[in-house]
């Protein structure tokens, strides 16, 4: 496969690493030692860096802090075969005025001839927000609170690449959240690194009591020296540390890491959406919180 323009490749594979299920509402249990648990927040601890989305409605984020890429058939259909044209319209992400930020993916226009990579056109348009050159995590905690839209066809996401300068999959990778379409409840935490990417990325997935896109949840990584802790609403389903890789050399997350938020529409892993498709499907997010050390 090839190696995508800008900010590397996210694989869309269906994933073949580690997968430790959690059943969020109680559901499972036994599958294992349970991972170590992530640092608790101590009494009095803030962010170093947040995002509250407060403002009015159809205000773009902050330019301060996220920035929207744009296009699909210049970044190869975002190195996965997709069909989303990603803008920098309010459509697309904007607030919602109620405290939050909202990222849709939608049909494209009538007329509106996006150039696509796998196709002439692109059917549908969405939006990628970064946070590449203004913030990031060295180590310490992300949060993100969201609602994140199900159904056949979409990928929405919440992930880190790595600052390092290195071409993907060097650079580094960390899923905090993927939720595929046809697994509605299933949330994928995956790292991909010069070794384990695509099929290979490493990681493990929680089983929620229902749909994703029912309700609010918070999806976080704890990323210390050494060790990364996958959770959701605070309870950890996956650790990775070097020991798990395929050599230990290969670890490349001592490193700052930008966050993404994105909704992806078809591709290699969760295929063609279809009539039964949300439109428009949309990722809700509550709040970013940065803990730890990094910069802003």
């Not at 090839?2 to 269906?14: C, L, P, Q, Y």
């Not at 075969?81 to 494209?108: C, F, K, M, W």
């Not at 609403?233 to 050399?249: I, M, N, Q, R, V």
């Amino acid at each position: 496969m090839r190696d995508r323009t800008r900010a590397g490749r996210r694989a869309r594979a269906r994933r073949t690493g580690v997968a430790l299920v959690l059943a969020l509402g109680g559901l499972l249990s036994g599958c294992g030692p349970a991972p170590a648990h992530p640092r608790p927040p101590s009494a009095g601890e803030v962010p170093f860096w947040q995002a509250e989305f407060d403002g009015a409605a159809a205000t773009r984020p902050s330019e301060e802090s996220w920035t929207a890429e744009t296009g699909n058939r210049d970044a190869e259909g975002w190195g996965n075969n997709e069909l989303q044209y990603y803008t920098e319209d309010a459509a697309n992400s904007a607030l919602d005025g109620a405290g939050h930020l909202v990222i849709s993916a939608r049909p494209a226009p009538a007329g509106s001839e996006l150039p696509c990579w796998t196709q002439e056109f692109c059917s549908w348009t969405s939006a990628r927000l970064t946070t590449e050159g203004k913030v990031a995590l060295t180590h310490g905690r992300v949060e993100v609170r969201a609602r994140i839209p199900t159904g056949t066809g979409l990928l929405p996401a919440i992930w880190m690449l790595g600052d390092n300068g290195v071409e993907w999959p060097g650079q580094g990778e960390i899923d905090i959240c993927e939720v595929v379409g046809g697994e509605p409840r299933t949330v994928y935490g995956t790292a991909h690194g010069p070794t384990y990417f695509n099929e290979k990325g490493i990681g493990g997935s929680a089983t929620l009591a229902a749909d994703a896109s029912g309700a609010f949840h918070t999806y976080a990584v704890d990323k210390q020296p050494r060790r990364i802790t996958w959770s959701v609403d605070g309870e950890p389903y996956f650790t990775l540390t070097p020991s798990k890789l395929p050599a230990p050399s290969d670890w490349v997350f001592e490193q700052d890491m930008h966050l993404l938020l994105d909704v992806a529409v078809g591709g290699d892993w969760p295929g063609p959406p279809d009539t039964s498709t949300p439109s428009p499907a949309t990722m809700t997010v509550d709040y970013v919180r940065f803990y730890g050390k990094g910069h802003a």
